[in-house]
């Protein structure tokens, strides 16, 4: 067969990254004839290719009497194999392999294998089970398994629970949360959530009205499911929609990424959180932490002291308490367009050491816990929590996956902000805030729009590390 040398293109896109390297694939030689050669669906992996010569050399670049790109995965792998090759021990498989990952190209090179034995098509290295320090619902996992996965080609009820509530602490955002189909919907194998006004053509029922919520999961018998409006406590003006996994999966420790079109309108952001499934440190003020995979105000131009906070920079990072010491925990970066604007990958990457946060492949932001742990900080020194069990904690627990989009509250915009070069119209903390907020409507919801305005997310996908 002729020598065969790929694009330059190719070498020039295999540049090194610190966040993929090729893994050692398992080959197997089948019974009675055929050869497998798989690698695990790993950390945004969109093509596998296979190039191989039998009892041969096979030079770099050269394509081989093997040659084959995988474009699907199968399971919780990418897999070539072929039934027709006839091994026998003995045999010399000599390939590389050639991995895209988030549009960049990884090799690895000069690999060779020597055939040893036949084995079942199903009894093979495909089975066995390298341990990690990943847990999944409770429950050991293998390393590098793909341990959830949703790409909404439907609304799966066995993976994603509503949360039926007015919002509450500590962010209080001034939102009904709903199941209804105008505020989420799967759409051409999209979850697309949209916040909505609650009474559009009624304001009276804003001000006078009362909810009591079907199915609540807030706190019972708590302004959470049932309120009554009274003078400047006013029903929440926006109706919007947040899912959890928090009764179907969680997870401590592994790498999470998922695909997003972040929502843009004035006071809007995207809620796309992992959030403690026990509180196991406490439950009050992020006791027990908040891993933030991304969050973009969606304001086009919102300013503060002059600095931009509008919807072209990302917050990514973990939430511990509210105080501006531990929530400087927080990482940006800074795009020329808003986030909202098209679909970006958001990765965390979450070991017992660190957890690093990562954005169309590039790093922006690294937590580490400072000597002696977060437990050491001085808003923690006095707090009657349980003992903090290592120096993540409290990372060190299971978390569930949140998705929803929030409307104003108490936390994510600073007061003595402005918006199109208007204040804030509320304060956070006053008891008069979501008042001040409704009172400014014909100023922020012009600024919505029923498409940009949603949150899309296209899949979530979790492997163990």
């Not at 440190?281 to 906070?309: C, F, P, V």
Request: aromatic fraction near 12%; proline fraction near 8%; glycine fraction near 8%.
């Amino acid at each position: 067969m002729p020598l065969l040398v790929l694009p330059l293109l190719l070498c020039l896109a295999a540049a090194f990254s610190p966040f993929y390297d090729v893994p050692q694939p398992m080959i197997e030689a089948l019974k009675p004839r055929g050869l497998r050669i798989s690698i695990p669906d790993d950390l945004g992996v969109e093509l596998f290719a296979v190039h191989a010569n039998l009892n041969k050399p096979i030079s770099p670049l050269e394509a081989g009497q093997i040659s084959v790109d995988i474009t699907r995965p199968k399971g919780s792998r990418w897999v070539y194999e072929d039934r027709r090759v006839r091994l026998k021990p003995g045999d010399v498989i000599n390939y590389w392999l050639y991995v895209q990952v988030d549009g960049q190209g990884y090799r690895l090179d000069d690999q060779t294998f020597v055939v040893k034995e036949l084995v079942e098509p199903g009894s093979g290295k495909l089975q066995m089970c390298e341990p990690t320090i990943t847990t999944v619902n409770g429950k050991p996992t293998c390393k590098g398994q793909l341990i959830f996965e949703e790409s909404f080609s439907i609304f799966n009820q066995s993976k994603w629970q509503y949360a039926i509530q007015l919002a509450g602490r500590p962010d209080y955002q001034f939102v009904l949360y709903t199941e209804n189909p105008e505020n989420s919907v799967v759409r051409d194998d999209k979850l697309v959530i949209t916040p909505t006004l609650l009474s559009p053509d009624d304001s009276d029922y804003i001000y006078y009205g009362h909810i009591s919520v079907p199915r609540c999961t807030g706190l019972p018998n708590s302004a959470e499911c049932d309120k009554t409006a009274a003078a400047w406590s006013i029903l929440p003006p926006v109706q919007s929609a947040k899912l959890h996994t928090k009764y179907s999966f969680s997870f401590a420790y592994g790498v999470i990424e998922i695909r997003a079109k972040l929502p843009m309108g004035d006071w809007i952001f995207p809620e796309i959180w992992l959030e403690p499934k026990e509180n196991y440190y406490g439950h009050l003020n992020y006791q027990s932490g908040q891993i933030r995979i991304a969050m973009a105000r969606g304001n086009e131009d919102l300013t503060k002291d002059g600095a931009q906070l509008g919807n072209t920079l990302l917050e990514a990072g973990c939430r511990l308490g509210l105080k501006t010491k531990i929530r400087n925990e927080m990482y940006t970066k800074s795009n020329w367009t808003p986030f909202g604007s098209d679909f970006h990958v958001y990765r965390v990457i979450w070991d017992k050491d660190q957890l690093v946060f990562v954005v169309d492949g590039m790093e922006i932001g690294r937590v580490r816990p400072p000597l002696g742990g977060f437990s050491g900080l001085q808003e923690f020194a006095s707090s009657p929590t349980v003992p903090w069990k290592s120096k993540l904690a409290p990372f060190d627990r299971e978390f569930y996956i949140t998705l929803g989009v929030g409307v104003g509250g108490h936390l994510e915009f600073p007061d003595g902000c402005l918006s199109h070069k208007h204040p804030k119209p509320w304060r956070n903390r006053e008891t008069k805030s979501i008042l001040r907020f409704y009172k400014d409507l014909d100023n922020w919801y012009p600024t919505w729009d029923s498409q940009k305005s949603a949150l899309e997310v296209d899949y979530v996908k979790v492997w163990a590390v």
